[in-house]
């Protein structure tokens, strides 16, 4: 029996609608190979275009059609030039973390064979670790509601909760342990803070350890975001999953994407207890919009992290096959070609989209 799932797809600002498109079509030429799934996709508004031309960056309309999907597609947005009146960009994906609880921001690392990377060791093979960033506090609990007094003093207000960080810790041992059975991973959490400064790091720290006793088969150990930074550049290999708040999740997600190779080949995804958000790290990219130049990497490994969770949230194990098909497929376009623009080469958006469409088929074909 085939299951069809909802999926609400935001296509974005800036290169989100040209990185959106071939990742619908890898996802829509699966669906037709497996008889067990399905989608129905759901374009909706948002983002700073629609800012510009409406004053609305999210509307509740778009928001409905989230809350009532399987999942969630979500492509680059905002625009420098286009700003609320305080100053800031228009960030509907913070708004979608913030109105569906979505409080587990995951971000792997991994580097692909072929793909060069900035880190010169003999063991890139071997790294292969997820950061996973709380979505909803942190610093970021004041977005939109930050002061500045009389041009004087500034405030922004750090936010950590029991509530939230014994979920974040829950999930984040429940995904050591789902790594580790599948050979990815070696049971590991790890607690990223400063805690010897900050008594809500500390606590953050404490909720872990809590957290952690409930889990006697994974490892749990800590470590202060300082040094955290300078060890994923000098030994990124110990890591497994490691934990961390919101603005540092943020950094060492950049930092982690640098370490594969560029924004360009960076999914992630927002997760919560009842929707998710699939999304590249990368940012709209306006000043290659509609030039062809767009790498759709991340997107369509975002997809295939949404039908991963698909997969093990409906028990639908041919999801999870099909997940694996397409990094196998990106896998083998990135070791062989061809290459955008960010990774070194000439290839066009339609380029590498084809590639890996072609990839995916060969890869069904003998899987």
Same mark, same amino acid.
């Given at each position: 029996?085939?299951?069809k799932?909802?999926i609400a797809?935001?296509?974005?600002?800036?290169?989100?609608?040209e990185?959106?498109?071939?990742?619908?079509?890898?996802?829509?030429?699966?669906?037709?190979?497996?008889?067990e799934?399905?989608?129905?996709?759901h374009?909706?508004?948002?983002?700073a275009? !629609?800012y510009?031309?409406?004053?609305k960056?999210?509307?509740?309309?778009?928001?409905?059609?989230?809350?009532?999907?399987?999942?969630i597609?979500?492509?680059?947005?905002?625009?420098? @030039?286009?700003? #609320?009146p305080?100053?800031t960009?228009?960030?509907?994906?913070?708004?979608?973390?913030?109105?569906l609880?979505? #409080?587990?921001?995951?971000r792997?690392?991994?580097?692909?064979?072929?793909?060069?990377?900035?880190l010169?060791?003999?063991?890139?093979s071997?790294?292969?670790?997820?950061?996973?960033?709380?979505s909803?506090?942190?610093l970021?609990?004041s977005h939109?509601?930050?002061?500045v007094?009389?041009d004087?003093?500034a405030?922004?207000t750090?936010?950590?909760?029991?509530?939230?960080s014994?979920k974040?810790?829950?999930?984040?041992?429940?995904?050591?342990r789902q790594?580790?059975?599948?050979?990815?991973?070696?049971?590991?959490?790890?607690c990223?803070?400063?805690?010897?400064?900050?008594?809500?790091?500390a606590f953050? $720290?404490?909720?872990? @350890?809590?957290?952690? $006793?409930?889990?006697?088969?994974?490892?749990?150990?800590?470590? #202060?975001?300082d040094?955290?930074?300078?060890?994923?550049?000098?030994?990124? !290999?110990v890591?497994?999953?490691?934990?961390?708040?919101?603005?540092f999740?943020?950094?060492l997600?950049d930092?982690?994407?640098?370490?594969m190779?560029?924004?360009?080949?960076?999914p992630?995804?927002?997760?919560?207890d009842? !929707?998710?958000?699939?999304?590249p790290? !990368?940012?709209? /990219?306006?000043d290659?919009?509609?030039?062809?130049?767009?790498?759709p990497? /991340?997107m369509?490994l975002?997809?295939a992290?949404?039908?991963?969770w698909?997969? #093990?949230?409906?028990?639908?194990?041919?999801?999870?096959t099909a997940?694996d098909?397409? $990094?196998?497929?990106?896998?083998?376009?990135?070791?062989?070609?061809p290459k955008?623009?960010?990774?070194?080469?000439?290839?066009?958006?339609?380029?590498?989209?084809? /590639?890996?469409?072609a990839?995916c088929?060969a890869?069904?074909e003998?899987a």
């Amino acid at each position: 029996m085939t299951k069809k799932f909802n999926i609400a797809v935001f296509k974005g600002d800036g290169i989100g609608p040209e990185v959106m498109a071939p990742t619908v079509a890898v996802l829509q030429a699966l669906s037709e190979r497996f008889s067990e799934f399905s989608f129905d996709f759901h374009a909706v508004e948002a983002g700073a275009g !629609h800012y510009a031309k409406t004053g609305k960056s999210l509307p509740s309309e778009s928001l409905q059609v989230a809350r009532t999907a399987d999942a969630i597609l979500l492509s680059a947005m905002g625009l420098p @030039e286009i700003r #609320y009146p305080d100053g800031t960009e228009i960030a509907p994906q913070i708004e979608l973390r913030m109105e569906l609880d979505l #409080y587990a921001g995951v971000r792997p690392v991994t580097v692909i064979p072929g793909q060069d990377s900035p880190l010169k060791s003999a063991d890139l093979s071997k790294i292969d670790f997820v950061i996973v960033r709380e979505s909803t506090e942190g610093l970021f609990a004041s977005h939109g509601k930050g002061e500045v007094e009389n041009d004087e003093t500034a405030r922004e207000t750090m936010v950590i909760t029991r509530t939230v960080s014994q979920k974040l810790f829950d999930f984040s041992f429940r995904l050591a342990r789902q790594r580790k059975a599948a050979g990815t991973g070696v049971g590991k959490v790890t607690c990223v803070d400063k805690a010897n400064v900050f008594k809500a790091f500390a606590f953050f $720290r404490k909720i872990s @350890e809590e957290v952690g $006793r409930n889990y006697p088969d994974i490892e749990l150990d800590a470590a #202060y975001v300082d040094a955290t930074a300078l060890w994923m550049v000098q030994k990124p !290999h110990v890591f497994d999953v490691m934990v961390t708040e919101n603005m540092f999740g943020d950094i060492l997600s950049d930092l982690g994407a640098g370490i594969m190779g560029g924004l360009g080949l960076a999914p992630s995804a927002d997760i919560g207890d009842k !929707h998710a958000v699939f999304q590249p790290c !990368h940012g709209s /990219a306006p000043d290659i919009a509609g030039k062809g130049f767009a790498n759709p990497i /991340a997107m369509i490994l975002s997809a295939a992290m949404m039908l991963d969770w698909l997969g #093990y949230e409906r028990d639908v194990p041919s999801m999870i096959t099909a997940a694996d098909i397409i $990094r196998s497929a990106v896998a083998s376009v990135i070791a062989d070609g061809p290459k955008t623009r960010d990774l070194g080469g000439t290839a066009t958006t339609g380029d590498i989209s084809a /590639a890996i469409l072609a990839a995916c088929e060969a890869v069904r074909e003998t899987a």
